[in-house]
Every structure is written in structure tokens, then in C-alpha cells.
């Protein structure tokens, strides 16, 4: 997970940079606080991750292959559990409104769509007793994700806004499983399968924040967002005997970005 560390790192210090500024416009606009209220857009990059694991199954179309499949399993050819290193690069855009209260509380709404590079697998190899050695590869995959949220926050300055934020969520997931005897797939074999099933699952989100105005219609924010898209299952057919995996696998993304917002007057 260094990278993770480094892109949390820049993102700190891309924020810093941002709210240094925001500082500076404080002082330099402190007899004309911005509104805050109103309709805004802008756009956003960040970095999200999802250290869930994949589990895995067999069973047999036919009767007669059951005693089989139990000995697989009990051997070892085939992984029950794995946990690819799933990260990746975001970017997208985001409109929203705000409504602010007496008292320094604001009230908002905002949805947001997200390009997606979330993506990672992994590889086990097995050599079961009296079995032949086996490879296992597992994939899971967010190709983009949107939210729908409600915003509550509270003006600690004129300038600076934290929030706290949740909602709807939706992305499009994948899960991709292939296995094979290393002795070579033929007609019989068992081990023997490749595919993958995407669909678009719908969850929720939460997360915060910290937003600050850099002149009457610019700010800059830091965010982060947990998404849970729920639960996905994949059931891939051997192309060599009538036995079908199961995968499945719950999709809990982390996600920290940094954002630019134009403020409509």
C-alpha cells in the first residue's frame, strides 16, 4: 500500500496549497464574505481502494460428479478465499446547491460521476495431493461510480465549510475468475474454467469533508467517501465438464479526492 501513501500524501499537500490560498483570500476579502448559497460545479481527481476478498466455489451440474467435486475441494485444488490488492485513480465531475442557515449551518445537495481505474487481481497456485497443480486467478473491478448525496455543514470562518455527507451510491462492478490444471484443460478435466460477469450494483455512500472559498466564486475541498455497492456474484461454467464456480464478492470502496467548485451567483 505505499502508493496509497503517496497519493494521500499528495493530495495533503495538494490541499494545503488550496487552503493555504483560501487563507490568504480570507484576509483579503474579509469585508465581502462569500454567499455560499446557490447552485455550483466543478470537477475532481483522487484515489480510492478496496482490500475486500473474493470467495470461490464448485459444484457439479451432474450427480454422478459430486463425490469428485467434495475430493477437489477437500485437497485443496481449488482457493476458497482470495484478496487481490484492488486500487486505483479517479477523476470526474460534480454539481450540487447549497442552502445556508442561520448560525453558521449550511444544508446542500450534490451528485457526482466518477471515471473509474479501481482495479486489481491475484494469482494462487495449488498441488493438491493426488490431484494435478492448479492456477486460480480472481479480478475485481470498479469501471466507474456515481453518488447522490445530502450535505450538512457547519461555517467555522466565513471561509471554510466542514461537512459531513451521505447517500446514494451506484457503480459498475466486475469480478472476473479463471482456473486450469497446469497439466493442460481436456475434455473430462475439471478444473478447467475462464470468464467474467459485470453488472451495476446500487449501495450507499458517507464521508466529510473540508471546503474553503479562494474568492467570491472559487473553492477548493477534501473529501472522503466510503461507498458500499453491496454484494456480487459470478457463476462461470467449465468449458470441459459440467461443473460451475461461484465467485462473490462485497464491493466497499475507500475514496479520498480533492475538488474545484465554481460557485454560481
Not at 474579509?30 to 473474493?54: H, I, L
Not at 471561509?159 to 459531513?164: E, G, M, V
Not at 475462464?194 to 477548493?220: I, Y
Request: proline fraction near 3%.
Amino acid at each position: 500500500m505505499n502508493i496509497v501513501k503517496k497519493v494521500l500524501l499528495a493530495v495533503v499537500v495538494w490541499a494545503g496549497v488550496g487552503f493555504g490560498s483560501a487563507a490568504v483570500a480570507a484576509d483579503l476579502t474579509a469585508s465581502t464574505p462569500p454567499s455560499w448559497t446557490g447552485f455550483y460545479a466543478g470537477a475532481n481527481v483522487g484515489y480510492g481502494w478496496d482490500s475486500g476478498s473474493v470467495k470461490s466455489s464448485m459444484r457439479a451440474t451432474d450427480p454422478t460428479l459430486d463425490g469428485l467435486v467434495a475430493a477437489l475441494l477437500a485437497a485443496g485444488s481449488l482457493p476458497r478465499s482470495l484478496s487481490p490488492s484492488v486500487h486505483g485513480f479517479i477523476g470526474g465531475g460534480q454539481i450540487g446547491y447549497n442552502w445556508r442557515l442561520s448560525d453558521g449551518w449550511l444544508l446542500g445537495a450534490e451528485t457526482d460521476l466518477q471515471a473509474s481505474g479501481i482495479d486489481g487481481s491475484t494469482t494462487a497456485a495449488r498441488n493438491p495431493v493426488q490431484f494435478d497443480p492448479t492456477l486460480t486467478t480472481v479480478t475485481k473491478k470498479i469501471g466507474w461510480f456515481g453518488t447522490v448525496r445530502g450535505r450538512v455543514g457547519y461555517l467555522i470562518t466565513p471561509q471554510w465549510l466542514l461537512y459531513a455527507t451521505a447517500g446514494l451510491a451506484y457503480g459498475d462492478t466486475t469480478i472476473k475468475f479463471s482456473t486450469f490444471d497446469v497439466t493442460g484443460c481436456v475434455v473430462g478435466g475439471t478444473i478447467c474454467a475462464d470468464g467474467s460477469s459485470s453488472s451495476t450494483r446500487v449501495g450507499w455512500t458517507v464521508g466529510g469533508g473540508v471546503e474553503a472559498m479562494l474568492t467570491q466564486n472559487w473553492s477548493v475541498k477534501a473529501e472522503y467517501l466510503y461507498v458500499d455497492l453491496g454484494k456480487k456474484s459470478a457463476n462461470i461454467a467449465s468449458f470441459t465438464s459440467p461443473i460451475v464456480f461461484r465467485s462473490s464478492a462485497h464491493f466497499h470502496e475507500q475514496i479520498v479526492r480533492v475538488g474545484l467548485n465554481y460557485h454560481f451567483e
